[in-house]
């Protein structure tokens, strides 16, 4: 069996990794000519981190990203609406990390040049089209370094080329457009004193004003300072989608003003703004969940199966949820204990995985676990006296335990996988 993998992200890496692993033979081929470590900060929660911990990469990415102790939910004013542990404090057997999406990335792909040998990692290779026939699946890719336009033979084909996928609008064209939230952000990274322990990741505002602060360097913390990514988040008053590049640089000017009062005795927003190096404009965009992710021996992963919103730190994780699930339903299939259909097989895959991917994407739009910030703006917008006069202890816990169900990280259910 081989398997074609459209996209190097953290999706594609991953399942190439866990098929590797599989005894399964798989090539990787990427749009761009070279990989950098671009992006700015994530999140990797504790059922992605169990996964990479498997791939004995785990601790590589301890030694450059934070292990997570926090999150701090916080109003406008700076007021505590709810906090809870994170990761390795919270009871899991593995933490949760934070740390640069070029770093993760570029880890991965060193450790697939690595283990996948015979150069099975191509670059220069965009997507055009496929053709299946009951023996396999032929895929054209424009080499972008000769101009050819270069056919690969496989069993299946997998499209993990990200919310832009250009596999998903080959195999579901009415199904790609992209829904705005009506909401901007701003991604940035400064170097600055550590906050509060220097490992908590906080949230401040509610959905038409929020700020998003977390560290991402371990080596800083180590020298008394901290690398903090960070998102700025405004409602923009219209509900079409802005003709933007998807990384456009651009002043702090834009936004800052709105932020300008959100100075409290452990951090200076406005100063972290205004010391970014550089700082990225992005909407905030979704597309509707797909009524399928599969169609014969081609099938859709990571962004390019279910692009959400930023929020509760899944997309990344879910990716990689993916990527496993995947690689264990084709392992099913080579050892024979699940027959020998292939499309079959995809199609288990996406059973299991396509409705979970569908209820985050739809939950994130009602602000996931961020509800908790949304519902002490609504009752108290004009601040608080403690937040139990506005919301209670339960009903604030509640929200973050029903997310952390869909999701799939409740300490709970981790604990009975692990056992």
Known sequence: MKVIIAGAGIGGLVLALMLEKRGIDCEIFESVRELKPLGVGINLLPHACRQLQALGILDDLAETGIETSALHYFNQYGQPIWQEPRGLAAGYVVPQLSLHRGELQMLLAETVKNRLKGGRLHTGMAFEAMEQDAQGITVRFRNRNSGTLDEVRGDILVGADGI???????????????????????????????????????????????????????????????????????RTGSSDLPSTDWNREVNADVFAERFAAWRWDWIDIPALIQSATAIYEFPLVDKDPLPSWTQGRACLLGDAAHPMYPIGSNGSAQAILDAVCLADRLQDLRSGSSGSDITLALKEYEAERLPVTAGIVLRNRLNGPEQVMQVAHERAPDGFQHIHDVISEQELGAIALRYKRLAGFDPAALKAAQS
């Not at 990741?201 to 004003?209: S, V, Y």
Request: proline share 4%; charged share 25%.
């Open 164 to 234: 832009h996928s250009v596999v998903r609008r080959s195999l579901f064209p009415l199904f790609d457009q992209l829904r705005f939230s009506g909401r901007m952000l701003w991604r940035a990274t400064t170097d600055a004193d550590p906050y509060l322990d220097g490992r908590t990741m906080f949230m401040a505002g509610h959905q038409d004003q929020k700020f998003v602060c977390y560290p991402i360097s371990e080596t800083l913390r180590r020298q008394g300072r901290s690398r903090i990514n960070w998102i700025a988040e405004l």
